[in-house]
């Protein structure tokens, strides 16, 4: 599938990570909507469906993996992938819930990160 015909959702409470994401996604051609606010993100995917979400684990309103599991439910044609600075088990209670997201650690380096999309699509086109 073509990058230009992927849209991406971008989820962190922090503004530079969500802008240098945009950023980098951007330039590789895919079409981004960034979010400072999980909520916003879960409102906009409503009416939007992402091909990917991008999220932070660690946010105050919602956490990556609440947010990622409505959207694994709501669009299950979304493909996942969540960040994140902590190296607890976070996504345990995910898994719990037949939930196995990709993670990766904060900071995400930008060629790994489009590695990492990349599996993710591999993935996909295999029919894995």
Do not use: Y
């Not at 590789?28 to 879960?42: K, T």
């Not at 946010?59 to 990622?68: D, F, K, N, T």
Request: glycine share 4%; charged share 25%; aromatic share 4%.
């Amino acid at each position: 599938m073509p990058k230009h015909d992927e849209h991406v959702f971008v989820v962190d409470d922090e503004i530079q990570i969500t802008q240098s994401l945009a950023l980098i996604l951007s330039r590789e051609g895919f079409r981004v909507s960034s979010f400072n606010n999980p909520l916003d993100a879960w409102e906009r995917m409503k009416t939007v469906s992402p091909d990917l979400l991008i999220s932070d684990v660690m946010m105050p309103q919602l956490s990556g993996v609440e947010l990622a599991i409505r959207t694994s439910e709501h669009r299950p044609e979304c493909k996942i992938l969540l960040f994140t600075a902590s190296t607890a088990d976070l996504l345990k209670n995910a898994r719990a819930r037949g939930h196995n997201f990709r993670l990766m650690q904060k900071p995400v380096h930008p060629t790994a990160l489009l590695q990492e999309i990349d599996a993710i699509r591999d993935k996909d086109c295999d029919g894995v």
